[in-house]
């Protein structure tokens, strides 16, 4: 038996009530993050919303099975990001995905003017439709390096993929965004 399951026999009262986390509490401190995933894989507000639910409905019926020794961020991250995926491939398949531009817009500014608060917001708009236009296999480790700030260990975690494999799909998708933001620029030249 290992010391943690040792001390969990010997003390299983205090054990529980020293690590443990609520559901509600985990909602609380991650619901706003797990949303943020769903939206920058999905692109829509409210399909964001449906998986942002769909991911909480799911770690609320599994609860009791999650490893609290386990950070329980990774855990939401990975039902998040898994759910933003199977309602964009639904959605895909039932018909073209639109974001619209207002849709995607950020809080700007305040010391900003208005014209370089409008700069700002095409220039966020433009990386959040590159990154929406990325493959899923390098959609989901960019949201979560670059917009959930997740270590690659972190994203390995929350995955299931290996850090070298991660890397190697980073690299590929900045390569892609890169290329992909160099087209619209032109369009828009």
Do not use: C
Not at 10 to 35: C, I, K, N
């Amino acid at each position: 038996m290992t010391t943690h399951a040792s001390l969990a026999a010997l003390f299983p009262a205090a054990f529980v009530s020293a690590g443990r986390v609520t559901f509600a509490e985990a909602v609380r401190e991650h619901q706003d993050e797990v949303y943020g995933v769903a939206l920058r894989i999905l692109g829509d507000r409210d399909a964001a919303r449906e998986a942002a639910s769909a991911a909480f409905l799911k770690a609320y019926r599994s609860w009791e099975r999650y490893d609290q020794t386990r950070p329980v961020r990774h855990w939401l991250l990975r039902i998040a990001a898994n759910e933003a995926i199977t309602i964009g491939r639904a959605r895909t398949r039932e018909r073209a995905r639109t974001t619209s531009v207002d849709e995607a817009g950020g809080v700007p500014d305040p010391a900003q003017t208005p014209d370089q608060a409008l700069v700002a917001r095409e220039e966020r708009d433009r990386v959040r439709s590159a990154v929406a236009g990325l493959p899923e296999l390098y959609r989901v480790p960019v949201v979560l390096r670059y917009f959930s700030e997740l270590s690659l260990e972190e994203i390995a975690a929350v995955t299931g993929r290996p850090t070298a494999t991660l890397g190697v799909q980073l690299l590929r998708a900045r390569a892609l965004l890169r290329a992909s933001l160099e087209v619209r620029r032109d369009r828009s030249d």
